[in-house]
Nanobody, 123 residues
Framework: QVQLVESGGGLVQAGGSLRLSCAAS????????MGWFRQAPGSEREFVAT???????IYYADSVKGRFTISRDNTKNTYLQMNRLKPEDTAVYYC?????????????????WGQGTQVTVSS
């Protein structure tokens, strides 16, 4: 069982930056691919970024490519650095883990989810 806790959300002006963190429990962190997803009010949950268990494979949604960076360390943390934020990035951001080292884009591929952290970008 893996438990995930996100932090780092908040209110920021357009053009600003935020860094989200996701702390995971469990002993075999590097066996889990990690992902970030987001859900805006009235919208479905959408893929943002994913990183493989070893960190060698990374995918981004086209809407965040070049602005967001996903990373992970050896202490069970996954990060999402968000730069040049836009009002349309406003959403609840979720961290997710899957029982595989392979990175996937579909939310249905993930087995564990955090509670989410709110990101609000003002114009």
């Amino acid at each position: 069982q893996v438990q995930l806790v996100e932090s780092g959300g908040g209110l920021v002006q357009a053009g600003g930056s935020l860094r989200l963190s996701c702390a995971a429990s469990g002993r075999t962190f590097n066996r889990y691919a990690m992902g970030w997803f987001r859900q805006a009010p009235g919208s479905e949950r959408e893929f943002v970024a994913t990183i493989s268990g070893a960190g060698g494979t990374i995918y981004y949604a086209d809407s965040v490519k070049g602005r967001f960076t996903i990373s992970r360390d050896n202490t069970k943390n996954t990060y999402l650095q968000m730069n040049r934020l836009k009002p349309e990035d406003t959403a609840v951001y979720y961290c997710a883990a899957r029982n595989s080292i392979l990175a996937k884009l579909a939310a249905s591929e993930y087995d564990y989810w955090g509670q989410g952290t709110q990101v609000t970008v003002s114009s």
